[in-house]
């Protein structure tokens, strides 16, 4: 039944982000040709403190909850209450350091954008127990289709205000709409929190497993996010536009294949971990799959980095393929440290999330360093690369000493598809089969597909059919 717990939440999970991202990616299309790529870059420096500050009001808590295959009604009532908490004083602090932040970038706008914006937080923690409740029973229908509504709604709207000329703000409201949006949803389909009563029991059973966990997830977000701050404050915001439009249209397919992993992945493996060698089958064939899925994304985005751009969003952002590339590249192996990270949390390991975590960061303070030293560019995104190549092997390092019973054959597929990957971009990008762009556009998309999928088969990497089996065997257990 787990088996086909997660085959059905895989499917419903990708066609709820494919819409959530779809629908987003379409106003963003429409906004991108309006708005230029200094409100972007004023958008970007707002989102990077609302990130941090997100992270903090998680604190690993809902990992927890999904975790726990006893939570109970005082569990969540006391997560509700600290998380709440939490968001307003979060809010608050936003509040009282906008305009120091704003002078920093010396852009006065950053303060009232940063202001409205904080209520992000305090509007998303009327929805957060209720997000966790969904994902740890594995609901991901009904939690699609409340995204994709608070994003239809949304989208509507910010198109609506930046047609009327609304600038940035319309960029904010989108925001907002999003998370009141899915939290009206929440609260009149899946309903409240009943009494409210805070636990000291339950909150630091819980908090336990989420303190390592919250640090990690702090550093990360902070140093998946500094070069959106580092380019506004030494480069320009124009380039903070750039890099935050690239990213943006970089986590479109990774963002789904990232839900994925903390979703469906975690929450199923969650429920197996006592069964060593269903877990081990379970782990990686899932893995071999995702690898294979990612490394064609990552392919697609690096190859025709340029096209993407200039035929979604206008000929003014086709600068930001140079970031587009640098962040396909990135993503691949963001997302197998993803991989590693699940078994971390599955089997309540998280101090070494932190340690880890602590350990790529050290490599990326000093490639930012030789980066702005250098006041070079391309440095700082290529010491990103670096950084997350070298911590990919480490964390498999540590999950290998720690897992011995997966065996290597997580890193024997990375290195499949690796290689895969490099032969097919050498082919596509040293060819040119017509003269005629748009034909030999189409053309080379079907080679890289075509040379993508013999590869990938003739190093074993897929097998459907047997996969097909081995799911439906589980299901009838």
Request: hydrophobic letters at 55%.
């Amino acid at each position: 039944m787990v088996g086909n717990k997660i085959k059905n939440g895989v499917i419903w999970s990708v066609i709820g982000q494919f819409g959530y991202l779809g629908v987003s990616l379409l106003a963003n299309i429409i906004i991108a040709r309006l708005l230029s790529p200094a409100e972007f870059g004023q958008l970007g420096i707002v989102l990077f403190f609302i990130s941090i500050a997100r992270v903090l009001t998680d604190s690993g808590l809902g990992g927890a909850l999904i975790r726990n295959n006893k939570a109970s009604d005082i569990d969540y009532s006391t997560i509700f209450i600290f998380n709440l908490i939490v968001s307003v004083l979060l809010c608050l602090v936003i509040i009282l350091f906008s305009g120091q932040i704003s002078i920093f970038y010396d852009d006065p706008v950053l303060k009232d954008l940063l202001i409205v914006a904080s209520f992000i937080l305090i509007i998303n923690a009327f929805q957060f127990v209720q997000g966790a409740k969904l994902v740890k029973n594995m609901r991901f229908k009904e939690k699609a289709m409340y995204e994709f509504i608070a994003i239809v709604i949304s989208t509507s709207i910010g198109i609506f205000l930046v047609l009327n000329d609304y600038g940035i703000w319309s960029l904010i409201v989108m925001q907002l709409t999003t998370a009141l949006v899915i939290t009206i949803l929440f609260w009149v389909f899946e309903g409240g929190h009943g009494s409210l009563k805070f636990s000291k029991e339950s909150f630091y059973f819980h908090y336990r497993f989420g303190a390592n966990t919250t640090i990690a997830s702090i550093l990360n977000s902070i140093f998946n996010n500094i070069y959106i701050a580092l380019l506004g404050k030494y480069f320009s915001v124009t380039e903070t536009g750039l890099y935050f439009q690239a990213k943006k249209l970089q986590e479109i397919p990774v963002g789904v294949i990232n839900k994925l992993t903390q979703g469906v992945l975690f929450s199923g493996l969650s429920k197996i971990q006592d069964d060593k060698i269903q877990f081990k089958k379970m782990y990686q064939m899932v893995i071999r799959l995702f690898t294979v899925l990612v490394g064609l994304i990552s392919l697609i985005l690096f190859i025709f980095s340029e096209e993407i751009i200039f035929i979604l969003i206008g000929k003014q952002w086709v600068e930001a393929s140079f970031f587009l590339k640098v962040l396909a590249v990135i993503g691949f192996f963001h997302i197998q440290e993803k991989f590693n990270r699940v078994l971390f949390k599955v089997f309540n390991d998280t101090k070494y999330i932190l340690y880890l975590e602590l350990i790529k960061k050290s490599i990326q303070i000093v490639s930012i360093v030789i980066g702005l030293s250098l006041q070079r560019l391309d440095v700082l995104m290529y010491g990103f690369i670096v950084t997350s190549v070298i911590s990919y092997f480490i964390n498999f390092y540590f999950t290998y000493k720690k897992y011995n019973f997966l065996g290597l054959n997580e890193l024997v597929s990375v290195f499949k598809v690796l290689i895969v990957l490099v032969i097919t971009t050498f082919v596509v990008s040293n060819i040119s089969i017509t003269d005629l762009y748009w034909i030999n556009l189409i053309l080379k998309i079907m080679l890289t597909f075509i040379l993508f999928i013999i590869g990938t088969i003739s190093v074993g990497l897929l097998n459907v059919k047997g996969d097909m089996k081995f799911l439906k065997k589980k299901n009838d257990k």
